[in-house]
């Protein structure tokens, strides 16, 4: 993996403790910064700071949910007290939800994944942009998907999330566009991690085959490729990008 000059930056990654979180911690550690890792998973929190610190980095780990707020605020002004600074922000953490059609849709794991994959983003950037504007700079990358572009059938919850991901992205880099603080997002496809192999056992196997049908390098993502783009738009060379949305599903989403 490409390693970018992160010496000296302090980075937030939400949902830090597995998958796509934990693959962005070790590669933004493997590049110089001090991670601060969150996430509802203490014990897979624990395991994954040890993976972390055996490299000789700078880890911190707090039991955080981005749904609450209050949460969100005392976490961020942790990291602010024991760094000194914070000038990274991924918002990686995320649930998936139930498959069915929209009357038929659940209407708790509508509001879940409401709370968590986009609200959750918001607070975390709602938190934490107050510091980055005290040093006028800041990167924040937001983690969507594909689903959020295109919308998956028998997915409102998870799609219309994602979307606002967007959204919520394309607002924040715009409002930030003259502070030193840019604001991008990646919408990755499939990915080879934990949630989405659990996700793929309980999906219809005929909505299985037309989502994978539809990506063009006939494969999926691993967690390592989607660090890699992120931890350029987490450093300095993405400089001249903000509100952006950088597409990551193997040719499935061309724009």
């Not at 911190?60 to 007290?81: G, I, K, L, N």
């Not at 028998?154 to 030193?180: F, M």
Request: aromatic share 8%.
């Amino acid at each position: 993996m490409n390693t970018y000059d992160l010496a000296g930056r302090v980075a937030v990654v939400t949902g830090g403790a597995s998958g796509v979180g934990l693959a962005v911690g070790a590669l933004l550690s493997q590049s110089g910064a001090m991670v601060s890792l969150w996430d509802r998973a203490g014990e897979a929190l624990h395991a994954a700071a040890g993976r972390l610190g055996s490299g000789g980095h700078a880890v911190d780990t707090q039991a955080v949910d981005v749904s609450r707020y209050e949460e969100v605020e005392s976490a961020s002004s942790r990291v602010f007290d024991h760094f000194g600074r914070l000038d990274v922000l991924v918002n990686s953490a995320g649930i998936s939800g139930p498959f069915a059609r929209c009357d038929e849709y659940p209407i708790d794991a509508w509001g879940q994944q409401l709370a968590v994959n986009l609200t959750g983003v918001f607070f975390c950037c709602r938190a934490v942009i107050p510091y980055m504007l005290r040093n006028k700079y800041g990167r924040i990358v937001n983690v969507s998907s594909v689903s959020g572009k295109e919308g998956n059938p028998l997915s409102a919850g998870y799609s219309a999330s994602k979307a606002g991901v967007i959204g919520l992205t394309k607002t924040l880099g715009k409002e930030y566009a003259t502070s030193g603080i840019v604001v991008n997002c990646v919408t990755p496809g499939l990915i080879h991690t934990a949630m989405h192999e659990a996700t793929l056992k309980r999906m219809p196997e005929s909505l299985m085959q037309t989502l994978k049908s539809k990506i063009p390098m006939n494969r999926i993502a691993r967690p390592e490729e989607v660090a890699t783009m992120i931890a350029w738009m987490a450093s300095e060379h993405c400089s001249f990008s903000t509100g952006a949305v950088f597409d990551l599903s193997g040719g499935r989403a061309t724009y």
